[in-house]
């Protein structure tokens, strides 16, 4: 099995090739430059590996919540690839990966991304039997404020949004909540991971199917 991944919603530009279990990656945290560095990204791993575009078996990519412009790059590479080649593709949530970051220490991790605007892009995560981070609530957006937390188990934070509301974030839980991690971004690899349970369940999808998560846009389109 074969499958390449791309990650650009947020400053972090990564990509990475999963074959058979092996997984190498390109990862450079690169504000505004995602455009240039994807592509060359994607051609060193795919000789470095000497496997060509149409012997991939899929394309996995964080589909966002995240930066408007990262999320169109990526939807607009995997588009190019998977048209190019005719290949199927896995969208996953960006809150997702970063959650998957911390599979192997924590079971429960809420993803924060600061949003701007006085907004944050939010889910909360619980690591299945197969050490992957499944959605306990749907991925959302809302003020700090209006962010509910969690009362059961205990969570560890990710993402940019600790660091930007450390204290109305962590005011949300009880005496349940073990820490976080500001800095950490979300990479390809951790696509990677998110991608296999759904391959193997003959769940990916055709490109014509694929959107970007703009959470922004979806509370806009209620009102």
Not at 143 to 169: I, M, R
């Amino acid at each position: 099995m074969k499958i390449l991944a791309i990650e650009t919603a947020t400053e972090a530009c990564s990509a990475a090739l999963d074959i058979n279990d092996s997984c190498i990656q390109r990862f450079e945290v690169a504000p505004r430059q995602h455009t240039q560095l994807i592509l060359p990204m994607i051609d060193e791993l795919l000789q470095e590996a000497d496997v060509n575009p149409n012997e991939l078996d899929a394309i996995a990519f964080g589909q966002g919540p995240g930066a408007f412009t990262g999320v169109r790059i990526a939807i607009g590479v995997v588009q190019g690839l998977a048209f190019a080649h005719d290949l199927p593709v896995i969208p996953v949530s960006t809150l997702a990966v970063l959650a998957q970051h911390f599979a192997k220490e924590h079971s429960h991790v809420a993803s924060i991304i600061d949003a701007r605007m006085q907004e944050i892009y939010w889910g909360l995560y619980k690591k299945n039997k197969s050490g992957v981070m499944e959605a306990t609530i749907e991925d959302n957006i809302s003020s700090p404020n209006d962010y509910p937390g969690a009362s059961d188990s205990d969570w560890f934070g990710a993402g940019s949004g600790w660091k930007t509301y450390p204290k109305e974030l962590q005011a949300k839980f009880d005496n349940n909540f073990i820490g976080f991690d500001a800095t950490a971004l979300p990479t390809a690899e951790d696509v990677i991971c998110l991608a296999k349970p759904i391959y193997h369940d003959n769940r990916a999808i055709s490109i014509e199917d694929a959107a970007p998560l703009y959470l922004r846009n979806k509370v806009a389109n209620k009102n």
